[in-house]
């Protein structure tokens, strides 16, 4: 039995392109995807697409200026991005967007969409009945562009000491992760990421941490 949606939804992301992108999907999608109607995966399209500056484009151009850019960049960083080719697979196939993001903005059409600090969304929304699912950049990762300090792991685990919710955070195993949240339940996962590598044939391995301020036991019906 598939779990019961949420009544009240929010996401939060400091992104504000990424933002951008979701509200111009929750209320413009049509708007949005004719914006692809003649688009090409080209190199020179792609290096166009970095030198224009944001701010001189109108919310709508701004999202699909970031979907495009994300769509053909290795590994979809957002910042340093190169443009990714592959020998096993078809470009991106830009008449599909609409079919892809139909389910997309679905699933926003009901959504707060925030552009806060994590802090200030968390504590902002936290109640008794609040689920934080928390997915902060990977510790010793670069390519987020933004600037997640060693801090920010340390408040994000005092927040679940003090919290009114329950709190969810994936992050990638180091000792000083398990370091910060020591006392918590963790759970490890294997992960095989799909990144660019793996259009080389290859897949990488990782561990990723699952970190809880509850006991899987009381989880209840939230999964």
Same mark, same amino acid.
């Given at each position: 039995?598939?779990?019961?949606?949420?009544?009240? %939804?929010? @996401?939060?992301?400091?992104?504000?392109? &990424?933002?951008?992108? #979701?509200?111009?999907?929750?209320?413009? !999608? +049509?708007?949005?995807?004719?914006?692809?109607?003649?688009?090409?995966?080209?190199?020179?399209?792609?290096?166009?697409?970095?030198?224009?500056?944001?701010?001189?484009?109108?919310?709508?151009?701004?999202?699909?200026?970031?979907?495009?850019?994300?769509?053909?960049?290795?590994?979809?960083?957002?910042?340093?991005?190169?443009?990714?080719?592959?020998?096993?697979?078809?470009?991106?196939?830009?008449?599909?967007?609409? %079919?892809? @993001?139909?389910?997309?903005?679905?699933? &926003?059409?009901?959504? #707060?969409?925030?552009?806060?600090?994590? !802090? +200030?969304?968390?504590?902002?929304?936290?109640?008794?009945?609040?689920?934080?699912?928390?997915?902060?950049?990977?510790?010793?990762?670069?390519?987020?562009?933004?600037?997640?300090?060693?801090?920010?792991?340390?408040?994000?685990?005092?927040?679940?000491?003090?919290?009114?919710?329950?709190?969810?955070?994936?992050?990638?195993?180091?000792?000083?992760?398990?370091?910060?949240?020591?006392?918590?339940?963790?759970?490890?996962?294997?992960?095989?990421?799909?990144?660019?590598?793996?259009?080389?044939?290859?897949?990488?391995?990782?561990?990723? !941490?699952?970190?809880?301020?509850?006991?899987?036991?009381?989880?209840?019906?939230?999964?």
């Amino acid at each position: 039995m598939r779990p019961q949606a949420a009544p009240v %939804e929010v @996401l939060n992301d400091i992104n504000g392109d &990424l933002v951008t992108l #979701y509200r111009v999907v929750q209320n413009h !999608l +049509e708007e949005f995807v004719r914006q692809f109607k003649w688009a090409l995966s080209s190199r020179q399209v792609f290096e166009w697409q970095k030198m224009t500056r944001p701010e001189t484009l109108t919310d709508i151009q701004r999202a699909a200026r970031f979907f495009y850019l994300q769509h053909h960049a290795f590994a979809g960083k957002v910042t340093g991005q190169t443009f990714g080719t592959a020998t096993t697979g078809p470009a991106i196939n830009l008449l599909r967007i609409e %079919e892809n @993001l139909s389910a997309a903005w679905q699933r &926003l059409s009901g959504t #707060y969409v925030e552009n806060l600090p994590w !802090l +200030e969304c968390a504590e902002r929304y936290d109640r008794a009945h609040t689920f934080h699912y928390m997915d902060p950049p990977y510790w010793q990762t670069a390519g987020y562009g933004v600037d997640f300090p060693f801090e920010n792991y340390e408040r994000m685990a005092d927040f679940m000491r003090r919290c009114k919710g329950k709190v969810m955070v994936s992050i990638n195993d180091y000792p000083d992760i398990r370091r910060v949240f020591e006392g918590f339940h963790l759970e490890r996962l294997d992960i095989r990421y799909c990144n660019t590598n793996q259009r080389q044939g290859k897949a990488e391995m990782s561990g990723e !941490l699952v970190i809880m301020n509850w006991e899987p036991a009381a989880l209840g019906g939230l999964f």
